[in-house]
Nanobody, 117 residues
Framework: QVQLVESGGGLVQPGGSLKLSCVGSGFIFSNYEMRWYRQAPGEEREFLAAIEGTGGKVMYVDSVKGRFSISRDNAKNTVYLQMNNLKPEDTAVYSC??????????WGQGTQVTVSS
């Protein structure tokens, strides 16, 4: 059974940091590109960052470049999203996604991040 389980969300003040984790199981984690998305209430899901299976190539949406960092530990079947200098507009449900060349895709259930003073 394939599972992606996110954790690490919560309430943080503007300017603060959070590190999200997503643990995968039931598939060969290192074969999949891993991605982070977020969805704010009333808005469409937004792509944030991706990291290829080996971890050698990463990409980010412009709005988070320099603030967010994606990484992975294939030995732990885990992908991370380090988020710094958080802003209220970063408030959303953050989800991880595993993608195998667009042929197979799996989603986690999401973790809430709220940035507020």
């Amino acid at each position: 059974q394939v599972q992606l389980v996110e954790s690490g969300g919560g309430l943080v003040q503007p300017g603060g940091s959070l590190k999200l984790s997503c643990v995968g199981s039931g598939f060969i984690f290192s074969n999949y590109e891993m991605r982070w998305y977020r969805q704010a209430p009333g808005e469409e899901r937004e792509f944030l960052a991706a990291i290829e299976g080996t971890g050698g190539k990463v990409m980010y949406v412009d709005s988070v470049k320099g603030r967010f960092s994606i990484s992975r530990d294939n030995a732990k079947n885990t992908v991370y999203l380090q988020m710094n200098n958080l802003k209220p507009e970063d408030t959303a449900v953050y989800s991880c996604n595993a993608d195998y060349f667009g042929v197979r895709r799996y989603w986690g259930q999401g973790t809430q991040v709220t940035v507020s003073s």
